[in-house]
């Protein structure tokens, strides 16, 4: 039996990639170590004006990246199944100013208003922060939800 090729899923439609990353509640930010490898990690965010916004210790590993290579890929996926993910390729920059409003509108997406407050009260008492601005230079996606061929060979299996 010959197996037919299979590549990629249908991918998300612009508006329903502005959706995803609204609602969206984990990303993975992916940035260059010196050595060439690569550095990953789990990251809470919000979405704004087309951007991606992270917060992040300013003596993180990834801020320290950043600052020698500004290239970053951010992973934002659902787990399924059927899976859906934004792949985002990007430039990012970093400053510290506003760093309460970010950290409000970042933690306010995962908990309540007060706790969001009470939170960053506590983060901000740690060390000091940056906020990292992932401005995209190319989207990919997919959404297997849209794919037949996965969704036929694969409803037998699970309910």
């Not at 990834?62 to 390729?89: C, F, M, Q, S, W």
């Not at 060390?127 to 794919?147: G, L, M, N, Q, R």
Request: glycine content about 6%; proline content about 4%; aromatic content about 10%.
């Amino acid at each position: 039996m010959v197996k037919m090729s299979y590549t990629q899923s249908p991918h998300l439609y612009d508006n329903e990639i502005e959706e995803f990353l609204k609602t969206a509640k984990i990303a993975r930010i992916c940035s260059h170590n010196k050595d060439g490898t690569i550095h990953a990690v789990p990251v809470w965010f919000d979405y704004d004006n087309g951007k991606i916004i992270i917060g992040t210790p300013k003596a993180s590993r990834r801020a320290r990246n950043i600052k020698h290579n500004n290239n970053v890929t951010v992973l934002i996926d659902e787990i399924g199944p059927p899976t859906r993910a934004a792949i985002i390729y990007g430039k990012a920059s970093m400053d510290g100013e506003d760093m309460d409003k970010v950290a409000h509108s970042i933690f306010s997406r995962y908990m309540s208003e007060e706790e969001a407050r009470g939170y960053w009260k506590g983060l901000s008492e740690l060390t000091e922060w940056v906020k990292i601005i992932v401005e995209p230079i190319h989207i990919a996606s997919f959404d297997y939800s849209k794919d037949t061929k996965y969704l036929d060979a694969t409803k037998k299996y699970i309910s």
